[in-house]
């Protein structure tokens, strides 16, 4: 696995250390001090937001991954899933996968190796309930038919098919 860099995130110093544990810190010097309508409303960091800017250099392994699930030659169905304990970016990097994965279909041509027009569902597995691959088919078609109705009924007439 990569090195993210977030190892040296204990080396940080918020600040300086105050010589006596009761001393009063005094006013800042005026170089120093924020007026309130200089501080700007945008965080620097927010958890588990499904979309932001990329800290952890995400962007060039789900290149790959997008690379491989936008491929003409993949074999479909293709199915990914994102496992981990709450707060560990599984929304956040799914969201950048559909993106990467929608920016390869849009820029297919005839001289890429990449599908044209690809459909991405997103699944909770964590709201389904019964049998597992009948509430996964499930979750998959009403989210399906949500989107591209039309290709939602051909795909449950291709279910019902002997052939």
């Known amino acids: 696995m ?6 040296a995130l204990g080396a940080i110093v918020p600040g300086a250390r105050l010589a006596e544990p009761n001393a009063v810190p005094a006013r800042p010097p005026a170089s120093r001090i924020v007026e309130p309508e200089a501080v700007s409303s945008q965080t620097n960091f927010a958890a588990d937001l499904p979309d932001g800017p990329d800290a952890l250099g995400l962007d060039a ?8 699930a936008a491929h003409a030659r993949i074999e479909t169905p293709l199915t990914i899933g994102l496992f981990g304990p709450s707060g560990s970016g599984k929304s956040f990097t799914l969201t950048k996968l559909i993106q990467s994965i929608g920016e390869l279909s849009r820029a297919a041509t005839p001289d890429t190796p990449y599908i044209g027009e690809i459909v991405t569902l997103r699944i909770d597995a964590a709201h389904i309930e019964g049998n597992p691959a009948t509430a996964l088919g499930g979750a998959l078609h009403a989210s399906l038919a949500r989107t591209f109705p039309a290709l939602a009924a051909e795909a449950a007439r291709a279910c019902l098919s002997p052939c």
């Open 2 to 7: 990569a090195d993210t860099g977030l190892g």
């Open 61 to 68: 392994p789900l290149g790959l991954l997008a690379g491989l």
